[in-house]
């Protein structure tokens, strides 16, 4: 694997999680591999879960990591191609990433959606950056559009939790929130469930349907409990409009997940990635109960982490 | 040991006192004993000694060390049971805790009091949810009423200055300061020296007497001269009131230590956790002088820390 | 060496750049030399490439790392001495010293410039207390004054980039910038050409003389075309007035390095330290171009660390 952005950069989408649960088997199985390199986990915005787990991935393949808080540690970026920068910005992105090419051999990035400029956002105006000047192998641990360590961290979840022969059925539903979030999970998401063997459909409020150009052919159900019947797995995720960017329509059905909505499905597990807003997005019943696998969600977050650097491992180990 | 978070965790003070001194001879004498296993090191609040002297206690037991400046690099918290969370905080404590339980095999945390609700800080708001939550061992980095790691230091540093037969005089007075000052400190140190083998006063003005919950049947003396008379180790520290919770009632008197005031001691070794207002608490003459122990106390928070750990680790080391 | 702050400290300048070159080659050629010791990394200011490249300098000799951002971690420090510190200051910065000293084996600190009082900043207010309470070696990570790791890494570059017999021409030259910048890039860069076998000369407008401590006999050209002429190499700063300390005089003529410029010139190299203000300090086209040799400059802050760090550990372990 040469870079880590989308589910394309994935070879071969079985084998990755197998391998992934290969490695939560037996984290240590290959913890000299990372011997001698070194990881830079560059961090534009807040992080916990990707923070952490993908501290613990480099260590448990033995490289080095550099974590970098880049707002508060080092200096104010600037994103602008050709900018005169006598203003607030005193170093430019590209600057940034060429000298993290002389330090690291694998570049991890966060860059969250500014959630301002439509056009910024979908262009991912600051990953694009890192995959253009980086030349180091570059791992989003989230971007503007998408959160691929995430969405693989959720395929490993759904095959440990799919105990039938036949196809579960998947619902992503879109859940209320008190401010203008981002696509990047939703997308992602139904990007890597078109990958998977799995009957998948979206559920949202009209006027909160993602972007085509992650959604493509999947099925958008505007009615909750029409598209959560017989539901396996349900995933919740707020966001905001995509067409009227950032916007918030006014929702008049309450579409918060509780303990009274799964009754109509097949048991389903409950995902998110985390953080959730107890009792806005999930009621605590559905957060602290049977059918939540969020905690798993959680750990498995390590195993995607540790798949993908080992990966890009090989790649460079075998230069 | 399976948690730490006061002295009752401790089944024999004289045993960890010895094993710790015998760590400081030696550090790298457990060097593999943590292999493989990881601590998070969770920090709600500013720290200097407890961040340093954790990380190299964990270093040398060869833990792998995780590090969490939880407001600034993760998410804003919720701490109240059954929030609806349609305000500023993002992630609720309770998922915070549940993911480090997936992540880590020993959490360590920083919380300290709020100093606005006498309620919140004697339950103790934020440290029980982790006890509570919480499915590995915990240890407590300071919290609101308590900070035992300081306190076995506190107990090492008199251990290694007593060179008599008799029992020392150990004197806790209070000191002035400008700001209401949460209890942990006095707390601590009060309860783990009901466990030694020394006579032991409390010495500050009226209206500063500390919680009796902590303080039991030790002597208060509300005049500083006659607390002080044939110390052997004085250990200065502020706090607010803890009747008029936070309050900081007016104190005519000069309460700050000087050389003038251990001309009455035993040549008293003179202690303080640290950080410490000079010219306010102490006075220079005082902290730079010869009967100051303040810096070896700081030193002993290493092996103090690595004794603890240790202890942790031979629990979950059995299991 | 006994400690680095100053080109003062190294015995040998030529023996120490071979010796970082050798170490370019192998990194990990003395990966235990620093096995059971400890840096303390301590930055009261913003860092990135010292801090990422300390980090692997100091993890290339097996070396453990404390990394401390002192202001947004610890406690806010006094520096005053003999202050009575009933404000904002919560620990003196002679306390957090020893406390560093009774946790480290060496001490590495970034305190720039307050560009507020001349006499503060020319005195190394903050250097010169850990010059002076620091019992282990201090090594300056950028100070008030002088930035002797980036001038290292300089004449490690500049040695790598030198492939005729003659002795080079090397120009500092001013540039322009919006707010008052600090003269210890300037002063250092100055210091450690006069110990090399360069011909060296500064430019800059008048009113922005360096101090003549650190220019010494080297001449200065107030005119950049001139100063410019058959140069090798264009090393381009901003910095503010030290006479009229911190005063930003009115400059008529563009100082901005642009390829027109570097046309009189023997094809030099440009350096810069970095971070650079694009298209105020040097034009995108000089940047991005292929006279620049600022990327390789970054890189060689690892081996110019790891050299000195290594120098250091050559000295302790002989202890």
Known sequence: MKKFTTVNDIKNLQEIIKKALRIKENP??????????????????????????????????????????????????????????????????????????QYCDIIAVRCFAGMKSKEEDVNESILSQFEQHAKVPVISLESATRHPLQSLADCITITENCHEERKPKVVLTWAPHIKPIAHAVGNSFAEWMQEMDVDFVIT???????????????????????????????????????????????????WMLTNEKLENTNQAKVMHCLPVRRNVELSDEVMDGENSIIYQ???????????????ILDELNSK
């Not at 982490?305 to 080992?310: D, I, L, M, N, W």
């Open 28 to 101: 240590l199985s290959e913890s000299s591999k990372g011997k001698g390199k070194t990881i830079g986990l560059v961090f534009l915005n807040s992080s916990l879960r990707t923070r952490l787990s993908s501290q613990i991935a480099a260590q448990n393949l033995g490289l080095n990591v550099l974590t970098l808080n880049a707002a508060q540690e080092a200096w104010n970026l600037e994103f602008a191609d050709g900018a005169v920068m006598n203003g607030d910005t005193v170093e430019h992105i590209k600057d940034a990433i060429e000298v993290l090419n």
């Open 297 to 311: 969600q959680a750990k498995n977050r390590i195993f995607s982490a540790q798949a993908v650097f080992s990966e």
């Open 204 to 254: 949202n409020p009209e006027g909160y349907d993602l972007d085509k150009n992650f959604t493509k052919d999947v099925k958008v159900i505007h009615n909750q409990d029409e598209a959560l019947k017989d539901a396996d797995f349900i995933y919740v995720k707020n966001w905001s409009s995509f067409d009227d960017y950032a916007a918030m329509p006014e929702v008049k059905e309450n």
